[in-house]
């Protein structure tokens, strides 16, 4: 692998791990723990989110489909950086 596309791998990977770090502390925070250690999800954020999940992009609305953007612009950076840069 080249020195420059091991960069952007890295890079990458760096921020998909941002991404779902991001995401469970999102998720935890609008959860409640049980005794046990176990996480409940209020229902009216699993049907949301399963709604999401479900949807084709090409079908969200529009707030929705402007959070994507601003992950794929995240994306379209790193791509664009160059390496040491």
């Known amino acids: 692998m080249a ?4 960069s952007v791998t890295e890079r990458l990977a ?6 779902w770090s991001g995401w469970m502390k999102y998720m935890f925070e609008k959860s409640s723990m049980d005794s046990d250690g176990s996480i409940v999800i209020p229902p ?4 949301r989110w399963n709604r999401q999940m479900t949807t084709k992009y090409k079908d ?5 489909k402007n959070s994507d953007r601003q ?5 379209v950076a790193i791509f664009c950086k160059k390496q040491g840069g």
């Open 3 to 6: 020195t420059e596309e091991r």
């Open 14 to 19: 760096e921020y998909a791990h941002e991404a």
């Open 44 to 47: 009216e954020l699993v049907m």
């Open 60 to 64: 969200l609305p529009e707030d929705e």
């Open 71 to 75: 992950e794929a612009r995240r994306m």
